[in-house]
Structure formats: C-alpha cells, structure tokens
C-alpha cells in the first residue's frame, strides 16, 4: 500500500520504517527542513535504539523517502497518516493546533477526481477531534471529495518503540465507517496481534485510558513505597508478590522518583481537562497529578534529612537527567526536578547520562552542574551518588567502586536498582524510595 506518514517525531519517525518494512511504500513529510534533511542524511534526530539503522535499511531499499513536500506526500497515498505533536497547553488541554493545520492542508491539497483515502490519526487527541478532522477536511476539499477518518492511537513506549510497534499487544482502529476499517484492516494484517476495531470516540478514549491508568499505577505503587518506607516494608518485594496476582500484573509496579516524559504528564492533564470540561471530577486523576508532582521531591527531601537544608560546599555525583533509561529525552523528567530542587539548597553536581547530557544540559544549564561523560567520573570525589534513571548500566555498578568513589557513607538510588544489603555490607548507607530496610 502507499503511504504518507505526516509528522517526524517519535510517532511518525518509528510508524514510517516499521510501515516499510511490513511491505509498504512510505513518504514521511515534516515542515522541518532541517529534521528532514538530517533524516536524509541518515543522522536521526532523536536518539531510540536501532531507529537508525532501520531507517538507512528501508530507505536504501526504495520504500521509504522523506520529504518537505505535503503535496507530493499525498498525491499518491492510500492511507495518510497524522503523527504531528500534540503538546501540553497553559490550560492542561492538548494544544491541537497541528493536527488542525495538517488537515486543512490536506483539505486543501488533495484534487477532485483524486482516489478514495483514509485520514488517520495517530497522535495522541481528545475525544471528538478526528470528527473535527474531518469537517476541517471536507471544508477545505473539492466538492465530493471521498474519504474517511480514522482513530489508530500507538501503545509505543520510547527507547523501545521499534520492539513495541513490532511486537504491539492489540492494535486499535476506530472509524465510523466499514471502508476505512476494511483498508486499514490489510494493512495490520501482518501483525498476530488482536485488531480492536470501534468507533472513533471510542478509539481516542482507549488511548487515555491506557496511558492514565498505567500513570495511576506507577503513582500506586509511589505512593505504597511511602508507606513502605513508614512501616519497615520493601516496595520491591511487595510489588513482586502483588504482581504475580494475573489480574495486576507485574508491570508498571517499580516505585522511582515519579513519571516523567512527552506522554503521561501531558494525556493525565488532557483526560483531567476533558472530564472538567465535561462536568465531571475523575478523582484519581486529580490525585495521580497531585502525587507524582511530589513524588521526585519525597525523593530529595531524604538529600536534605541526611544533609541539612545547606547543601553548599557539597558536590552531588548523579546518574541520569532522562526521564527514563534508553532515551535522550528529559521533557518531564524526575531526575532534573531532583537535580533542581537540591540545586535550589546550595548542591553542586556532576552529572553522567549515556545519552541525554545535551538535552540534559540545554535544560538545566551549566549553574553548579558539570557534566561528565562516565559513572566513574560522575561518582569520583563527590560527596554522595544520586541514582535518578533507571540506565541499565546503572544498576549494574559495583557497590565497592561506590565506596571507593564517594566521600560519604550515603548512596540515594531513586530508581531501586542497586541491592541495598550488597552496598550496606560495605558499611555505606542506602536509601532508595520504599526500601527501608
Ligand atoms: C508511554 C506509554 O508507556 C506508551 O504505551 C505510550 O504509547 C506513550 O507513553 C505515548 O503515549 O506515546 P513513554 O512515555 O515512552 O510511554 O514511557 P514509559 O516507559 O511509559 O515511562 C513513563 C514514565 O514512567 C518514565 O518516567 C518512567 O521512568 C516511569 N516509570 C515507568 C516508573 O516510574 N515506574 C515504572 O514501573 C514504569
């Protein structure tokens, strides 16, 4: 089939190869020249793993192509695919104002006489935007013009999107009409995976759905490692015996420093925003907003009982400014609010991520933060060691080479990743979130 994928971020830029690969011809179009000729050039310009060399591989194949070009994107696409940003507004809405410029521009675009195609969604909308898609879209076509919209919201998680997109649990489809669910049907076919197809409310309201509830679920087990930490229980072992129950799973149960990102922030407020605007109070959102806003500062307030409120003269070594591992991205993050928070005592930093230290560093300035390109170098003569991503690697460091590193007994690992009796038999001092032992 062929295909224009509109929108080159993590949505689009993984949606357009993977689309490719299944057997499909796709043109990826964004309005960012630069993006798209650093796309051409084979430099990605965000970081998730084998992204890159899937692109090279599809694009050498003839298959996929990137261009600025919305016209020449369309003209031949049976299936138009909208992945542009959707980001946060003052008001906590989604500031849909892309998704309104690309469909009147396609509106305005397409040619009377042009084939039938389905204009599809996949950025993350409120209820009822696609059903303003398409009027915006009838408004601004040739009289007659045939096509429908659909609802196809992506379950891909960043840092392993490509894994996700192949490996999707269900695919979700909503369209009020048999003939965009009949095309877009072919074209998941290759996937073993469940086809949820439903109407279009229903479809965007799955995709909130799935990524508040999972935001709610990290907030549970948050706030349960609060509570862990007051009564002497481990979070990690009640999260394990809680997990193995099939009907909770074990998923989503590790207890950090709060959620961060591009997505759960953002869709949490969008749903809160939709019910208010609805009359409605979801009140587990509002307490799943309200939790994980304190959540990296429960974390940092343990910093400041072990060290006082004056933190000058102290040199922090931290691990991670992401807002998880496997990713360059720190909108959100919890290990920058950490950072910012005993930046705000008096506290110096020297700070190691594998691959966020520019995005880091754009974000948080230079201002009492060196950035450093090893763990080793992170914890070497610091004070202390802050674990605030959960990298790999990260849980992988030998606890002795901690102590060998640091001036202090205390190691904060806000990500539970290091065995607190391996680093205690050491004689240095652990704290993680709900893990007092
Ligand atoms: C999330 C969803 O997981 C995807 O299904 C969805 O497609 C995506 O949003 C989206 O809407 O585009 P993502 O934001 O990439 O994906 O990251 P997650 O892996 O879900 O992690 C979100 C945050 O929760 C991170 O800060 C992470 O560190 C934190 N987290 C996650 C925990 O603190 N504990 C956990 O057990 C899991």
Redesign the pocket.
């Known amino acids: 089939m062929k295909l224009c994928v509109i929108g080159t971020g ?2 689009g830029l993984v949606g357009a190869p993977i689309f490719s690969e299944w057997g499909n011809e796709v043109v990826g179009v964004d309005i960012d020249q630069k993006k798209i000729d650093r796309i051409n050039s084979g430099d990605m310009p965000i970081f998730e793993p084998g992204l890159e060399e899937l692109v090279k591989k599809e694009m050498e194949k003839g298959t996929l192509t990137f261009t600025t070009d919305l016209e020449a994107g369309i003209s031949d696409a049976e299936i138009i695919f909208i992945c542009v940003g959707t980001p946060q507004y003052f008001d906590g809405s989604a500031d849909l104002s892309a998704v309104w410029s690309v469909a009147e521009n396609i509106g305005k675009l397409v040619k009377p006489g042009d084939p039938y195609r389905v204009i599809v969604t996949k950025s ?1 909308v409120p209820v009822g935007t696609n059903e303003r898609v398409e009027e915006i879209v009838r408004e601004n076509a040739p009289e007659g013009y045939e096509f429908d919209v659909a609802s196809n ?9 490509i894994k ?1 997109m192949r490996n999707t649990d269900r695919t979700v489809v909503g369209s009020n009409s048999q003939r965009a669910h009949d095309k877009m049907a072919k074209l998941y076919s290759v996937l073993d995976a469940p086809l949820v197809q439903t109407d279009l409310r229903s479809s965007e309201m799955i ?1 909130y759905a ?2 508040t509830f ?2 709610m ?2 907030t549970f ?2 706030e349960m490692a609060q509570l862990c930490d007051r009564t002497g229980a481990d979070v990690k072992m009640v ?1 394990k015996g809680m997990g193995m129950d099939n009907r909770i799973g074990p ?14 922030p953002k ?1 949490v407020a969008a749903l809160h925003k939709t019910s208010s605007d609805n009359s409605f109070e979801f009140k587990l959102l509002e307490a799943t907003m309200a939790a994980n806003e304190i959540q990296a500062q429960y974390f940092a307030n343990k910093v400041l009982e072990v060290f006082g409120e004056d933190l000058s003269g102290l040199t922090f070594g931290a691990l991670g400014l992401a ?3 496997n ?1 360059d ?1 720190v909108r ?3 290990a920058i609010k950490v950072i910012r928070k005993l930046r705000g005592y008096g506290a110096s930093f020297k700070v190691y991520d594998p691959e966020a230290l520019e995005t880091g560093k754009a974000d948080l300035g230079e201002t009492s933060v060196e950035y450093v390109s090893s763990i080793e170098e992170a914890m070497s003569g610091t004070d202390s060691l802050l674990i605030l ?2 990298w790999k690697q990260f849980g992988e460091i030998d606890p002795a080479d901690i102590k060998k590193a640091i001036r202090t007994e205390h190691v904060f690992d806000g ?1 539970n990743m290091l065995d607190p009796k391996e680093v205690e038999a050491l004689g240095l001092r652990y704290y993680g979130v709900g893990r007092t032992h």
Not at 153 to 161: A, D, K, N, V
Not at 251 to 264: D, E, Q, T, V
């Open positions: 993590y949505v993350t919201p992506e379950f891909l998680r960043e840092g392993s999107s996700d995709k799935s990524n999972l935001a679920k990290i087990i948050n999260a998923k989503f149960l590790n207890a950090s420093i709060g959620y961060g990102g591009g997505c759960f869709d807002f998880k591992g990713t991205d959100k993050s919890p991503t959960e990500r």
